[in-house]
């Protein structure tokens, strides 16, 4: 397995706990900062960039198909990272506060921390046990 594999298993599994945690820790403010987020255009736009960015470096630097279970997450990680980043810019305003809504982010919070979490275990498990 590649250290880049590795590395970014680490990095992105201890990054996926501390923020599920810290988001869990503080729901109701975590829930009231995503909701304005979402109601304020230059700052989503700001986050969009560097999610695009982000999932840019990601597929360009680790684009792995095979080799295990691992290296195709962290690489299926970072095409869903550009993915997202992509779709948010092309999307008009409007569009993202009714996906926002849709996606019923305050009632299924702790669904969606769940993920993340169980998420940043696996890759921080097997990216310190590699």
């Given at each position: 397995m590649s250290p880049l594999t590795i590395y970014l298993a680490k990095l992105f599994g201890l990054y996926c706990i501390i923020f599920a945690l810290a988001m869990m820790a503080h729901k109701r403010e975590a829930v009231e900062a995503i909701r304005a987020l979402v109601r304020s255009p230059p700052l989503l736009l700001f986050v969009e960039v560097i999610g695009l960015m982000?999932?840019?470096?990601?597929?360009?630097?680790?684009?792995?198909?095979?080799?295990?279970?691992?290296?195709?997450v962290v690489t299926l990680l970072g095409w869903l990272v550009l993915i997202r980043g992509a779709a948010l810019l092309a999307m008009p305003e409007n569009a993202k506060i009714r996906l926002f809504e849709k996606l019923r982010y305050e009632e299924r919070f702790h669904v969606y921390m769940g993920v993340a979490l169980i998420l940043g275990i696996y890759l921080a498990v097997a990216g310190f046990s590699a």
């Open positions: 982000a999932g840019l470096a990601l597929v360009l630097g680790h684009n792995v198909w095979s080799g295990g279970m691992l290296p195709v």
